[in-house]
């Protein structure tokens, strides 16, 4: 779908606009003037519509001037969380960025997300995330033998750990943590945030094991409240508050 | 060129690719082939439930559901695979539940259930609470609960590797009926080296979605590019009811992001620019709640005979202002999220403008209820299974009920999964890989990467926006035979002018240009089986309508379209419907 | 076509956890607030009582520390305030030094720079003369005019 004929309901209502992109690039095998793994920026310019998402510019690009321009995408609609990239110095969702909502005057920049390393222009080595992930355990661990039925769950009980059921593992708030761009000291928030997700769920009864993870060297006291990741959070979670939780059930030993 | 092997190799890793990975890994040596990261799969873009009739909140039982079924598959379904869905959805649900997926619940702590289309009580008699659900993102439950049980299992993924062919031991449609044609592995290419990899495997699994990117206005993924039907119609096998794919009603319109049939289900009403509630005239018993193919055609002629609204008077709006908004941020606050980030229309106060967006293939590769999948009407391939919206098995038949399709991948990925396994385990060694089998893929990547310098005229983006718009327009909601000429014209032209399509990215290692045009091929490949088997079934069915034959027509196409890819075009053929208990009626509502 | 159980692994019972991590996360927190306190009631007490800014003089100093009491408090706010100091800017050279040999380098100066602050104050502190004398025994000038304090 390009830019233009993405949205025939609102075509008429919304007039085209020119809109210049600078790009953080990096070919891992050279290109042009440009040698291997040397990043550079470059800048497009595309006519797009103001409710053209950021990931419609960028096709744009890929399909009409620059074929080699490299990003991840699925969904583009903020589900499927391949399209984290920073934006403006911003981490967001290309997909759930509108050009209206940044400011079309000036150039849009986008660069990878931070602290992962960069593979080829807007795509990063996503393995230390998911090996962040995978350390705090992210499975239910009930004890006991299961029940013939569902186990029993109150919609209290239940919506106590819903807005960390919500995350889509698209590392925008991870790269956003100025503790995780130090050289993976940290497990950065989403991984507590997975974590979080089944330490509050009465159903499960591997809180300790996890929280033992959480309160070693990369974990929970890394964080210093910067807030970046609850800002960078496309699904709306609170990631602070999320990690703080995790912190005062370590403090009190109560959950 | 790299060789691996693998008792079993699942391609996929959505849901019905992570279910099959759950069983398959506990049995055999697995490995999981994906394109995305298991995340990124587009399980997780589901939203409203899937349905199991555990009668926790009203009298329901697994009958009902498979009268349900075939009901709203307009009776193309065969109904012993339909009993198997729905006897097995209760076990499906709480396995899904003990796994840890955090259903909604009612107040005694059960899972709660919320009404869905075209599920009904008592064989029609009212709409029932079949549907289990989180929120509006039981998609994305179900794929991050199954992706967190791989992680448990430690599950291999071999994430980004495109599989771009199969490896048989014979072809297919030259073999004799009744002689073995058995699965020797795949052939893939890893996004990030642009090595080629061979698999070899005594058990092939596809779980690879669908196709809606033949479309232009779809809710799919723009990765949902029917790759592993595409690989199986290339490597001589026939594809199953093509011709059926579902429109969702509700699309926001222009864009085909999809809001949840759960919108109507928790009691949103459709309305044309006149105001009016003009599901009352099309399903006068279950109104809004009727089967996707009848609720998207009835927007579809309400638009045409000029009821529609906005500027250009060519959607319709989904109104949910009669709901308290507690009510609606608790049960549907996704889709009225995608309504203001990408309208900027205010669901609270303001009705949403929609229109039907291309969802779902019902079609797909034949396969058994065990998942085996079927080299003509009968034989089946040794060691080839396939699950999920990629396989036609067939539950859905011509229109697919809501959340049916979370309860397909789960049943039958489940199925898919032990049967490979089981399968892999009695097989002593995998059948012999064919000398050079990887030769096809690297003759047509090496061809590929050449014209990115210099040769071949075409450009990937614009033969695909031709083939979206042609389907678009032609094989949409309406069709007719003169629609369906001029596609079968255009998907002929590009088709043509494909082997001349020329890339930007030389380069080997992330060359996503590369991959477009390989997908690209697909599509073109799907969307040219979808206007055959759609021209020649002169009836209209489900999801499949035609204006110049519009009623069902029993007598002459009460049987499964499969159409095989030859030399000469497509071949269609034909395969009856297995009836056990429902014999065909009146579809009405 | 049964499935096996999936294999649950055991949750383990909880058990003593390394504190490390959280004392100094807790200890960051705590020792703020009362240096707020501690750093406010120094400058109210220098600056603000009596003669303010103009009185601070060596028997000032002398004439506080001569009581118990103001040299814990002066104690006290010294090695919170180092170990408060020391264990901020650990963290910042954490974030912001790029190589592994550089962060190592910083972190031992601000390490040592600790010790000797922290060492030199407690003796200033702890063996502080009010009332010193000169080679023939008498105060030199600008004692405290209560010496000798016993």
């Known amino acids: 779908m390009t830019a233009v004929d993405t949205a025939p309901a609102q075509v008429g209502g919304v007039p085209s606009m020119t809109v210049t992109l600078r790009i953080r690039r990096l070919n891992p095998e050279g290109v042009g003037d440009h040698a291997a793994g040397e990043d550079y920026w470059e800048e497009f310019q595309v006519e797009a519509h103001a409710t053209d998402r950021v990931l419609d510019a960028l096709h744009k690009i890929k399909w009409e001037q620059d074929g080699s321009l490299a990003f991840r995408r699925s969904c583009a609609h903020g589900v499927c969380g391949s399209d984290a990239m920073r934006i403006n110095a911003k981490n967001r969702l290309a997909c759930k960025t509108l050009l209206k909502d940044l400011n079309p005057a000036k150039p849009i920049l986008i660069e990878p997300i931070a602290g992962l390393p960069v593979e080829k222009d807007l795509i990063v080595d996503m393995e230390p995330f998911f090996a962040s992930y995978r350390e705090i355990m992210p499975f239910l661990m009930p004890s006991g033998p299961a029940p013939e039925r569902e186990r029993l769950q109150s919609p209290e009980e239940r919506e106590r750990f819903d807005d960390t059921t919500k995350c889509i593992l698209c590392a925008a708030c991870t790269t956003a943590c100025p503790v995780f761009w130090t050289d993976g000291q940290y497990f950065g928030p989403q991984a507590i945030v997975g974590a979080h997700r089944f330490i509050f769920d009465s159903r499960d009864e591997g809180q300790w094991d996890r929280l033992e993870i959480l309160n070693d060297k990369a974990g929970v006291w890394k964080c210093r409240t910067a807030f970046n990741c609850t800002e960078a959070c496309p699904r709306g979670i609170e990631v602070t508050k999320a990690i703080s939780e995790v912190k005062k059930v370590l403090n009190t030993g109560e959950i | 060129m790299i060789e691996h092997e693998y008792d079993v190799v699942i391609v996929g890793a959505g849901g019905a690719g992570m279910r099959a990975a759950l069983e398959s890994s506990q049995r055999a040596r697995t490995a999981v082939l994906t394109k995305l990261y298991p995340t990124r799969s587009h399980t997780g873009a589901a939203q409203g439930g899937m349905a199991a009739a555990l009668a926790n909140v009203e009298d329901d039982n697994a009958e009902w559901h498979v009268f349900d079924t075939i009901k709203g598959g307009d009776y193309l379904v065969d109904q012993d695979a339909a009993e198997i869905l729905c006897r097995e959805a209760v076990d499906a649900v709480l396995d899904l539940e003990k796994m840890g997926l955090p259903f909604n619940r009612t107040e005694e702590g059960k899972i709660d259930q919320r009404r869905f289309g075209g599920h009904t009580r008592d064989h029609g008699q009212a709409p029932v609470r079949r549907a289990c659900y989180s929120a509006d993102r039981t998609g994305h439950m179900i794929l991050q609960t199954l992706y967190q049980q791989c992680i448990r299992q430690q599950v291999e993924f071999y994430n980004e590797y495109y599989v771009l062919d199969l490896l048989l031991t014979e072809d297919p449609q030259a073999a004799a009926p009744g002689e073995e044609v058995a699965v020797a592995g795949v052939v893939s290419y890893e996004l990030a080296t642009g090595e080629i990899h061979v698999f070899r495997a005594k058990s092939v699994v596809f779980a690879t979605g669908g196709a809606g990117k033949i479309f232009k206005t779809t809710s799919n993924a723009h990765t949902l590019t029917g790759d592993g039907m595409g690989i199986a119609l290339r490597a001589g096998l026939p594809l199953e009811d093509m011709e059926f794919f579902q429109f969702h009603p509700t699309g926001l319109a222009g864009l085909g992001i999809l809001l949840s049939e759960a919108a109507r289900g928790e009691g949103g009403i459709l309305r044309n620019s006149e105001g009016e509630r003009f599901m009352e005239r099309y399903a006068p018993t279950i109104k809004d709640l009727a089967p996707r193919d009848m609720v998207a055609r009835a927007m579809a002629n309400e638009v045409r005979e000029g009821r529609g609204a906005g500027p250009h008077k060519d959607y319709v709006l989904l109104d949910l202002t009669h709901l308290e908004p507690a009510h609606i941020d608790a049960k549907l606050p996704d889709i009225t999220e995608f309504a203001r980030t990408y309208l900027g229309v205010e669901p609270y106060t303001e009705p949403v403008p929609v229109y039907p967006t291309a969802h779902y293939a019902m079609g797909g590769i034949p396969t058994t209820v065990q998942g085996e999948v079927l080299r003509n009407n009968t034989d089946k391939v040794t060691g080839l299974y396939a699950a999920g919206e990629c396989a036609c098995v067939s539950v859905h038949g011509a229109n697919r009920l809501g959340t049916n399709s979370l309860l397909d991948i789960n049943v039958f990925g489940r199925r898919a999964g032990i049967a490979a396994a089981e399968h892999a385990l009695a097989t002593a060694e995998a059948a012999p890989l064919p000398a050079n089998g990887e030769a096809r893929l690297v003759e047509i990547v090496e061809r590929l990467r050449a014209t990115a310098s210099g040769g071949g005229t075409e450009s990937v983006a614009g033969l695909r926006k031709e083939l979206q718009e042609t389907m678009d327009r032609n094989v949409q909601v309406f069709r007719t035979a003169e629609s369906l000429a001029e596609a079968t014209a255009v998907v002929a032209d590009v088709k043509a002018r494909y082997a001349n399509v020329a890339i930007h990215d030389r380069g080997q290692k992330y060359n996503t240009d590369l991959l477009e045009a390989l997908e690209l091929g697909f599509l073109i490949d799907l969307a040219e089986v979808t206007v055959a088997g759609a021209l020649a079934r002169e009836e209209s069915r489900g999801g499949h309508y035609r204006e110049d034959f519009p009623t069902r027509d029993d007598d002459k196409f009460m049987k499964h379209t499969m159409a095989y890819a030859t030399g000469e075009g497509v071949r269609l053929d034909y395969k009856p419907v297995t009836i056990t208990t429902y014999q065909p009626m009146e579809r009405k509502y | ?150």
């Open chain 3, 1 to 150: 076509m049964t499935a096996p159980e999936l294999s649950q692994p055991m949750p383990r019972t909880r058990k003593r956890m390394n504190a490390t991590y959280r004392w100094w996360w807790v200890f960051q927190r705590v020792s703020g607030v009362i240096l707020v306190v501690l750093i406010f009631t120094h400058l109210f007490v220098n600056l603000m009582m009596g003669d303010g800014v103009s009185q601070i003089d060596f028997a000032f100093v002398a004439g506080k520390w001569a009581a118990w009491y103001w040299q814990v408090i002066d104690f006290v706010m010294l090695l919170l305030a180092m170990l408060h100091g020391t264990n901020g800017m650990s963290y910042l050279i954490n974030d912001y030094a790029r190589s592994r040999r550089s962060r190592a380098i910083l972190q031992a100066i601000l390490g040592i720079a600790a010790v000797v602050i922290i060492v030199l104050g407690s003796l200033v502190i702890w063996t502080f003369e009010p009332c010193p004398v000169d080679a023939t025994g008498a105060f030199l000038p600008g004692v405290p005019s209560g010496c000798p304090f016993n």
